[in-house]
């Protein structure tokens, strides 16, 4: 009698287990309600400026003065120049680069089509049943057929005569 109670209560626990699990592989901001804490910079204080004639233009949707800069901050700290932080495109030496890179076009849409084979990939390769019921995650085990290997891929570059002079040298076999 007390073992099939035992047995029923187990079957119960596990049963209501398995509700627990979303469809996602790692979600690691499910259930939060609340704003990231760290997120949230102070600005800075307001300050009047030493000349009213000469205030820069307003830029709709850029920067405020008082909008906080904490790498900008940092580099400063550190004694660099934080204006070398601005995006100034693509510099004069990788120009070349960019354009060997680019030499096949691009395709706009390629963020989307992804984003459709990744969901296809992940409704094939979704939680089975057990997993489901013990609520693990399955990362890992959905996308370890597209991981690589580092040692192989060290070993195989290194055959195939390519220098690879931070890697350690191969083992020998």
Sequence with gaps: MRTSALVIGFAAALGLAGCSGGATLNNFKSGQSSPDEFAILPTRSLA??????????PTPGGANITDPN???????????SPERLANRGVGAPDQALVAHAG???SDPQIRARLAEADADWRARNGRRPLE???GTPVYQRAYAPMALDAATEQLRWQRA???TSTAPA????
């Design 48 to 57: 009047m400026p030493p000349d009213l004639a000469v205030l820069p233009a």
């Design 170 to 173: 191969p083992a020998a076999e």
């Design 103 to 105: 030499r096949g076009g």
């Design 70 to 80: 904490p790498l900008g901050d940092a580099v400063a700290a550190l004694g660099g």
């Design 132 to 134: 489901r019921i013990a």
């Design 161 to 163: 005569g390519a220098i």
